[in-house]
């Protein structure tokens, strides 16, 4: 499909796959974790990210791996 033929316009988000990265501050709006803690988790590694330029970017694979581990020891933001 050319991209003067796709109307952006017509895409809803539901229609587009998931997304395989994303922000501190995304993943804080749709979990239930601060930013701050966010950061504190990536400055100790225990969560992965990947730096381009001044972005920090957590990939959804590394997400899950973290969320995982931490459910696992009943710990961090993995548990309940």
Not at 12 to 33: D, F, H, I, K, M
Not at 64 to 74: C, D, F, H, P, V
């Amino acid at each position: 499909m050319s991209r003067e033929s796709m109307n952006i316009k017509e895409v809803s988000p539901a229609t587009v796959t998931g997304r395989r990265a994303y922000s501190v501050p995304e993943l804080s709006r749709q979990y239930p974790v601060s930013i701050g803690f966010l950061r504190g988790e990536i400055r100790r590694g225990a969560i992965r990210v990947r730096r381009f330029g001044r972005r920090v970017l957590i990939l959804k694979e590394d997400w899950e791996s973290y969320l995982a581990r931490t459910a696992a020891s009943g710990t961090g933001a993995g548990a309940n």
